[in-house]
C-alpha cells in the first residue's frame, strides 16, 4: 500500500496553506511563535521539488513587492511556473505573484476577442498579458517595474507557439502614452491604488475598463462599474473585487478620489 503523504496541519500546528511557485514556495502563517525551521522541513518533506521557502511579512511600495523572509532550502527567488498550460519567469522579491488568481486569469480568454486591442496596465510579470495574448492579436503589456518587464519577455520565448506578440512598454500610469480611446479592452489590476488611475485608464478606453480592487463590500458603490464580481477573500471584510467599466458612461465622471 502506497504511504500516505501527511498535510501539513499534521506535522505542525496552526499552518495548513501556502503558496507554490515552481519550487518556491511562500506563506503567511498567523502564529508569531511558529519554529520556522520544522516549518520549512515539514514543507519540503511533503513536496520534494521545492528548494526554498519563504514567509511572507507584507507587500509594499509603488511596485507591489512582497517583503520575504527566507526560513528554508536555497537562497534563490527565481522560477518558472505553469499556469493553466502556460509558463512564466518571475522572481518572487522583485514582482508580486498570485497563484490563487490562476482561475481568474484563465477566465480573460473567455473575454476577450482576437480583433481587440488589449492593454494589461499594470503587468508586472505578464499573467493577463500572456492570457489575454492566447486569444486576442493586439496586446500591449505595461507597468513602471522594468524587471517585471523582463521577466515577461523572456516568458514570450516559452509560450511563443501559444500567443500572439505582445508589445512591451514601460511607463508611469499616472501619465500613459497611448491615444485617447485607442484599446477596446483595458486590464488593471493594481488592487490597492486603482482609484488615483481611474481617469487616466478611462481616457486611453473606448469600450471597457476591468479594474480590480482590494476593498469593502460598501467600498465599491463609490465606482459606477455595471458589474461587479468577488474574485478573492483578503480577510474578514476585505475582498478583491473585479469591476466592469463602461468609459463613455455619463456617470464615471462622479468618481471622487478621495
Request: positive net charge; proline residues 3%.
Amino acid at each position: 500500500m502506497k504511504k500516505r503523504t501527511p498535510k501539513l496541519r499534521e506535522l505542525v500546528e496552526g499552518v495548513s496553506s501556502y503558496y507554490i511557485i515552481g519550487n518556491i514556495v511562500i506563506l503567511s502563517p498567523k502564529r508569531k511563535d511558529i519554529d520556522k525551521e520544522k516549518l520549512a522541513k515539514a514543507i519540503m518533506q511533503i513536496n520534494p521539488k521545492v528548494k526554498a521557502v519563504y514567509i511572507k511579512r507584507k507587500v509594499s511600495g509603488e511596485l507591489r513587492i512582497s517583503e520575504l523572509e527566507l526560513i528554508g532550502g536555497e537562497n534563490i527567488s527565481r522560477t518558472i511556473f505553469k499556469e493553466n498550460g502556460l509558463s512564466f519567469v518571475v522572481d518572487v522579491k522583485k514582482v508580486y505573484v498570485n497563484p490563487t488568481l490562476g482561475g481568474e486569469r484563465n477566465k480573460i480568454k473567455e473575454e476577450v476577442k482576437e480583433n481587440e486591442k488589449i492593454l494589461d496596465a499594470f503587468c508586472g510579470y505578464g499573467g493577463i498579458a500572456i492570457h489575454a495574448s492566447t486569444i486576442s492579436r493586439y496586446v500591449i503589456a505595461g507597468d513602471l517595474n522594468i524587471e517585471g518587464l523582463e521577466m515577461l519577455r523572456e516568458s514570450l520565448s516559452l509560450n511563443k507557439k501559444k500567443i500572439h506578440l505582445i508589445d512591451i512598454v514601460q511607463y508611469d500610469a499616472h501619465n500613459l502614452p497611448f491615444r485617447d480611446k485607442v484599446f477596446d479592452k483595458v486590464y488593471a489590476d493594481n488592487p490597492t491604488m486603482i482609484l488615483e488611475f481611474l481617469n487616466e485608464l478611462c481616457r486611453v478606453t473606448k469600450g471597457e475598463l476591468i479594474i480590480y480592487i482590494l476593498t469593502t463590500k460598501e467600498g465599491i458603490t463609490r465606482i459606477p462599474a455595471y458589474k461587479w464580481l468577488r474574485v478573492n477573500d483578503y480577510s474578514k471584510d476585505l475582498f478583491i473585487f473585479k469591476g466592469y467599466i463602461r468609459c463613455d458612461d455619463k456617470n464615471f465622471s462622479l468618481i471622487t478620489l478621495s
